[in-house]
C-alpha cells in the first residue's frame, strides 16, 4: 500500500513520464486519464498511498476529481498547468497534501522527494507539546494527514514523561508559553539528552516577541515558527527537518552499521553504547570456531555468509541487547538484564548453532562457537570489562572450543 500511487493525468506524454519516473524509485504506479478511469479503479481497488491528480480534466475541467477521490478517503496532491491564488484557496481548503504547478520537469524533481518523504514518514512519530487544546489537535491533524504517527502533552513537563514512555519520538514540536515549563527551557532540557541528529525540534510561538526564533534555535531547535501559519509553511518545513534528519541517521547507519551482518559495528560499541546509568554490566565474547578453515575449504563467499548466519542467531536470541560484530569472526554482546539468564540464553544460543546446518558449496557443514562471559558494574572501566570476557573466550579455545567459559 505504502508504495502505491495512483495518477490521473489526461496528457498521454506527462502520465507516461509520470509513470516512468515514479517507478525508478520504486512506487507501483496505476494510471487513469480521467474522473470516470479514476472511479472505475477506486471502486475495485482503494490500496494507496496517495493520489497525485490533474487539475483539469476532459470531463472534470474544475478540480472535481480532488472530491471524487479524497471521498474515498485518499490523500491528494495536485498538479495543474494554470493555478491563481483563488483556485489555491479552494485546493489547500480541501485538505490535499499539496499543489504542484506543471511548468517545467522541475515540478516532477519536487514531487518525487516529496512521494519519497510521505513514505518516510511512517516510520516518525511526532510529539506535539501545546496547552491549547485547539492548537494540539490541529496539528495532530496534520501530521498524522501526512502519515506521521503523533502523540500528544499539554505542557513541557508531561512533554518529558512522554519522551520517556515512547523511546521512539523523533520529532518534537511544542508551543513556547506553557505552565509548568516552557518551550524553550524543554527544548534547552532535551537537548542535553539528545542531539539534533537523534530528536527533531520545532518550536511554535504565538508571542509578538521577535527574539524567539533566536532563543529557540541557541537553545538546541532545529527551526521555529510563528503562529498562526499557514498548513504549506508549516508543511515545508515538517519536511526539511525530517529530510534533514533521514539523512543525518543514513549518514550515521553508515558510520557504525557492519555492512555485512547489520549489526552494529566496533565503532559504535566503544562510542555510543556504553551505558553507566545501570547498575551492572555483562559482556560476552562469542567467536566462529575454525572459521579461517571455512574460508580456505570454501571461499570467501561461503565465509560471509557464515557471518550473516551467525549474525542472525544472536540477533534472534538477543533482540534487547546490544549485538555488535567486533571484527573479523569475532561479535560482542552487551547486556544489562540479569546475568543467570545471560548464561542461560548465551548457552542455550551455543546449542542452536551448534545443531544448525550451513550449506557451503554443495557441502553441509555444521558451526560450532566459542563464547567468554564476564560481568560487573557499569562503574568498571569498558575496555577492562571487556578484557575479562576476551580472556575468558581465549580460555575456552584452550579448553577445546565449543563452550562457554563465564567468570
Known amino acids: 500500500m505504502f508504495n502505491r500511487i495512483l495518477v490521473v493525468e489526461d496528457s498521454r506524454a506527462f ?23 479514476a472511479e472505475t479503479i ?18 472534470g475541467e474544475d478540480g472535481e476529481i480532488i472530491d471524487l477521490v479524497m471521498s474515498y478517503k485518499l490523500r491528494v496532491i495536485i498538479l495543474t498547468a494554470q493555478f491563481s491564488d483563488i483556485v489555491r484557496e479552494r485546493v489547500i481548503a480541501k485538505g490535499v497534501l499539496d499543489y504542484i504547478t506543471k511548468d517545467s520537469t522541475a515540478s516532477v524533481s519536487y514531487l518525487l522527494p516529496l512521494l519519497k518523504r510521505l513514505q518516510s514518514n511512517h516510520s516518525h512519530k511526532a510529539l506535539v507539546v501545546d496547552d491549547s487544546t485547539i492548537v494540539r489537535s490541529h496539528v495532530t491533524f496534520l501530521l498524522e494527514h501526512q502519515f506521521i504517527k503523533t502523540i500528544q502533552a499539554k505542557d513541557g513537563e508531561l512533554a518529558l514523561q512522554a519522551i520517556k514512555d515512547n523511546p521512539d519520538i523523533t520529532m518534537v514540536i511544542t508551543d513556547h508559553n506553557m505552565p509548568n515549563k516552557d518551550g524553550i527551557t524543554l527544548t534547552r532540557e532535551l537537548r542535553q539528552r539528545f542531539d539534533r541528529n537523534h530528536l527533531a525540534i520545532l518550536g511554535l510561538s504565538g508571542n ?11 537553545a538546541g531547535a532545529n527551526d521555529f515558527l510563528y503562529k498562526p501559519f499557514n498548513q504549506e509553511e508549516f508543511y515545508c518545513r515538517v519536511q526539511h527537518i525530517l529530510d534533514m534528519k533521514d539523512v543525518t ?9 557492519d555492512a555485512l551482518t547489520g549489526l552494529w559495528n566496533r565503532r559504535y560499541l566503544f562510542e555510543e553504547s556504553i551505558d553507566t546509568e545501570k547498575p551492572t554490566r555483562n559482556i560476552a565474547m562469542v567467536d566462529i570456531d575454525y572459521f579461517k578453515k571455512i574460508n580456505d575449504t570454501y571461499g570467501h563467499e561461503s565465509g560471509d555468509m557464515v557471518l550473516v548466519e551467525v549474525a542472525r542467531l544472536l540477533q534472534q536470541h538477543f533482540p534487547s541487547d546490544m549485538v555488535v560484530r567486533f571484527g573479523g569472526e569475532e561479535f560482542c554482546i552487551q547486556n544489562w538484564g540479569n546475568y543467570g539468564e545471560f548464561i542461560t540464553r548465551l548457552e542455550s544460543m551455543r546449542q542452536k548453532i551448534e545443531k544448525n546446518q550451513i550449506t557451503c558449496a554443495g557441502d553441509s557443514v555444521f558451526l560450532t562457537v566459542s563464547i567468554g562471559v564476564a560481568t560487573g558494574s557499569t562503574q568498571l572501566d569498558f575496555n577492562e570489562h571487556l578484557k575479562q570476557a576476551d580472556e575468558l573466550l581465549y580460555q575456552a579455545k584452550a579448553e577445546g572450543r565449543n563452550r562457554l567459559v563465564a567468570k
Open 15 to 37: 502520465r507516461n513520464y509520470l509513470d516512468s519516473q515514479l517507478s525508478h524509485i520504486g512506487f507501483e504506479v496505476v494510471l487513469a486519464e480521467s474522473c470516470k478511469d
Open 208 to 218: 509578538c516577541d521577535r527574539t524567539l526564533t533566536a532563543r529557540f534555535l541557541k
Open 42 to 59: 477506486l471502486n475495485r481497488d482503494t490500496k494507496f498511498m496517495c493520489a497525485v491528480l490533474d487539475y483539469c480534466l476532459p470531463d
Open 249 to 257: 541517521d543514513e549518514l550515521y547507519r553508515m558510520a557504525n552499521q
